[in-house]
């Protein structure tokens, strides 16, 4: 699923069982170019290979890097209407000078200087909002303030009016995950301009969003119909932290509660439906403890992940990199992945499983073991 121009055809003596490349099957070649045709015998080995054989590569792209990027971004690039957003994408290698971290997913570091407005828009694309570090900025939803902290998870379903405004004194970077690639590929996009200006300047402590959903297990009478994706507009770190340490803690109690030893994982749910969050993004909270060592996993669809903190050796395929705090790496489909950490290893991911999953297309392999 890239728009890259199709490779050159294979000629008829490269792929095995062809004719022979006599001018009579030469001409028969050109005659199919000409009447917009391809036969399948030189294809097959592409489309349909033994198991996913992603375009895009495993990558890493250093906080280190991106955020100076981004910085220098801040002093020489204007924030408004048409541009939208000071957004800089990570483009996979693999990926044809695209700007797609993977074949469905859009990673960005975005950047507010003080007092900077991001205009208001809305689009079919489903996004969210994830903080490493800092705060300031309140995204505006549907005139609905929610201030954003490190370790917020902010998730934006698709077609919600949204802006970004800055309202302190320090400027503010953190990261976007989006289904743009995937939109893009299959046609689905829509768009429109709001008002030039963020729809309110307030900065509430708690959004309203927050006020009616953000309380466990209880649900307000008015709200009982299911919606596709999350009303709730913040998953405040204070929650993911204690629902992970609590992980830990039962664990180390002898309660069978944990991914696997040492690795504690929630999922971001939608608390109309207890699915996820948004219907083609999956975001997840990974904790690992000292010393602990992943198994290795394939899985069909991709992921992006972001360090929140800790040091920690990952392997992809046939990359392995020591990662840092804000580090960000992707995981294209069917890559064996494995963590390790040397302090403990605090990770943000986000994926495309929902669409696998709906489509029935899903398949993941631990080493070791099927599932
Ligand atoms: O903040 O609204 O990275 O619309 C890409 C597209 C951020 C946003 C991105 C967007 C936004
Ligand atoms: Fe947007």
Not at 53 to 67: D, I
Not at 93 to 113: E, K, M, V
Not at 188 to 203: C, K, L, N, W, Y
Not at 242 to 263: C, F, I, K, M, S
Request: hydrophobic residues 40%; aromatic residues 8%; proline residues 10%.
């Amino acid at each position: 699923m890239t728009s890259e121009p199709p490779p050159a055809r294979v000629q008829a003596t490269d792929a095995p069982g062809q004719p022979e490349p006599t001018p009579r099957l030469k001409e028969l070649y050109r005659t199919f170019e000409q009447h917009s045709l391809i036969p399948l015998w030189t294809e097959i080995g592409g489309l349909m290979p033994p198991q996913p054989a992603p375009a895009a590569v495993p990558h890493l792209w250093r906080w280190a890097e991106l955020l100076p990027a981004a910085e220098e971004s801040g002093e020489l690039v204007p924030v408004g209407r048409g541009g939208e957003r000071r957004a800089l994408a990570l483009a996979n290698p693999g990926l044809a000078g695209r700007p797609f971290a993977t074949a469905t997913l859009w990673a960005a570091i975005q950047y507010l200087n003080p007092g900077e407005n991001a205009p208001v828009h809305r689009h079919s694309q489903h996004a969210f909002r994830f903080v490493v570090e800092g705060e300031g900025v309140w995204t505006v939803v549907d005139g609905d303030p929610v201030a954003m902290r490190r370790g917020d998870f902010l998730p934006q379903a698709g077609w919600h009016w949204h802006g970004h405004h800055n309202r302190t004194d320090t400027p503010m970077a953190w990261i976007d995950g989006l289904d743009i690639p995937f939109q893009h590929h299959i046609d689905a996009t829509f768009f429109e301009f709001g008002p030039d200006d963020v729809q309110t300047r307030a900065t509430p402590e708690h959004s309203a969003s927050e006020r009616l959903w953000a309380h466990p297990g209880l649900r307000p009478l008015t709200r009982l119909r299911p919606t596709p994706a999350t009303p709730l507009l913040a998953y405040r770190w204070e929650y993911t932290d204690r629902a992970l340490a609590e992980q830990l803690a039962l664990e180390a109690e002898g309660h069978a509660v944990t991914l696997e030893p040492g690795h504690a994982a929630v999922r971001y749910t939608n608390p109309t439906t207890g699915a996820d969050v948004m219907p083609t993004l999956r975001c997840e909270f990974h904790r690992l403890v000292p010393g602990t060592r992943t198994a290795v996993r394939h899985e069909v669809g991709s992921s992006v992940f972001q360090v929140f903190d800790g040091r920690g050796e990952v392997g992809v395929g046939e990359a392995t990199w020591t990662v840092e705090r804000g580090d960000l790496f992707v995981v294209p489909s069917w890559q064996p992945l494995t963590l390790a950490a040397e302090t403990g290893l605090d990770l943000f991911r986000f994926s495309d499983a929902p669409l696998f999953e709906r489509l029935h297309l899903h398949r993941s392999h631990q080493e070791g073991h099927d599932s």
